[in-house]
């Protein structure tokens, strides 16, 4: 199925994530600035995995020097760890440990477009919060308080904010932390950028208060997407909640899987040193980029790899991607996929000439279609 067939019908097959599904059948393009992945580590980059690999091998709740190695990274005990298969099985494993059918959970917007399927797929009920464009897309206390009910189970946000690389300090998450103790709910984090930030490494939201449920992974900040290596940090009650449900989806980590991560853990300095030298001059690039054009407006990412501009007085820009798709072979992900459909989603994670030889493209159809 064709990018433009999920374009014109997104539920199609019931696709629970439109998003995901958009990005899986997306057509192979030259300049491709739609991923949010940083380049891929090789096996080069793990030194010496090869001689330490091994396939026979079984750990009922994860391989504990894992274990230890995460927690050692945030300063948790192993009992309030639990591992998951990337961020995205993390999450719909927090979501299941948390979620009952008929739950009320507050979501972000714009947002992550899986962040909203899992709620739905649990059959909980979905209400919104804004972050708005003026605001610097920040997390409003007030705006959270203002959709919270005392129904209200579980608030779903992201830090870096996914998509627009906004941050959120610990004195708004603990702003929204006294909320959710008000009602008896519990909040859930994604991380997964978080580490993309340049300087030391920020806590994660779950050291703020049990309160906080935290998921990340080492693929966003780390380029090891392949690992599929997420884990979930917690009160002790809900890490053993989130391996019982682990339990139903997948039973057990993949072994290898788990001792690559755990070398990574030990490379971790050598890896966001890697990571910088990839995201700092493309960062650079696309700020200077964005920043020269009068037809695009943004909030600069804290972090991240992706940027998220918009086009003034263009509603929706999907005619626009699927123009600057076909006829100047370059990718970005459409805003709508995220519910802000004036923007799109810039990838900045990958090759940098793949990422000039995109922005030069991408100026050439903005001169000629928007403004030509």
């Given at each position: ?11 199609m097959d019931g696709a629970w994530t439109p998003y995901v599904a958009w990005m899986k059948h997306a057509p192979a393009i030259p300049n491709n600035l739609m991923g949010s992945n ?249 700020t200077r980029f964005v920043e020269s054009r009068p037809d695009l407006l943004w909030v600069r990412p804290r972090g991240g790899s992706v940027g998220f501009p918009k086009i003034p007085g263009l509603e929706d820009v999907s005619a626009f991607v ?51």
């Amino acid at each position: 199925m064709g990018a433009h067939q999920l374009m014109a019908n997104e539920r199609m097959d019931g696709a629970w994530t439109p998003y995901v599904a958009w990005m899986k059948h997306a057509p192979a393009i030259p300049n491709n600035l739609m991923g949010s992945n940083l380049l891929p580590c090789t096996v080069e980059d793990l030194p010496g995995v090869r001689e330490r690999l091994e396939l026979d091998a079984f750990h009922e709740e994860g391989y504990p020097p894992l274990l230890e190695a995460i927690g050692k990274r945030y300063q948790f005990p192993v009992d309030r760890i639990a591992l998951a298969t990337g961020a995205s099985g993390a999450n719909f494993i927090a979501g299941g440990a948390l979620l009952e059918a008929g739950d009320e959970v507050l979501v972000e917007r714009p947002v992550y477009d899986p962040l909203l399927g899992i709620p739905r797929f649990l059959g909980a009920r979905i209400r919104r919060f804004d972050r708005v464009f003026d605001d610097g897309f920040q997390v409003d206390p007030d705006r959270v308080a203002a959709a919270l009910t005392p129904k209200t189970r579980l608030i779903i946000l992201t830090n870096l904010h996914n998509p627009t690389g906004a941050r959120t300090s610990a004195e708004r998450l603990l702003a929204v932390g006294e909320l959710a103790d008000g009602v008896g709910a519990k909040v859930l984090v994604d991380e997964v950028y978080l580490d993309s930030v340049g300087g030391d490494p920020s806590p994660p939201a779950a050291s703020l208060s049990p309160t906080f449920v935290s998921t990340s992974s080492l693929t966003k900040a780390y380029g090891l997407s392949g690992l599929r290596a997420g884990w979930i940090l917690a009160a002790p009650e809900v890490a053993e909640g989130c391996r019982r449900v682990r339990d139903l989806v997948d039973g057990v980590g993949v072994f290898p899987s788990e001792l690559m991560a755990l070398v990574a853990f030990e490379n971790l300095p050598a890896l966001r040193a890697r990571a910088r030298g990839i995201l700092d001059p493309n960062f650079e690039l696309l700020t200077r980029f964005v920043e020269s054009r009068p037809d695009l407006l943004w909030v600069r990412p804290r972090g991240g790899s992706v940027g998220f501009p918009k086009i003034p007085g263009l509603e929706d820009v999907s005619a626009f991607v699927e123009i600057l798709r076909t006829d100047y072979e370059t990718g970005v992900v459409p805003g709508r996929f995220f519910e802000a459909p004036s923007h799109f989603r810039i990838a900045l994670g990958g090759k940098r000439d793949v990422l000039e030889t995109g922005l030069h493209r991408l100026g050439e159809a903005l001169d000629k279609e928007l403004t030509g």
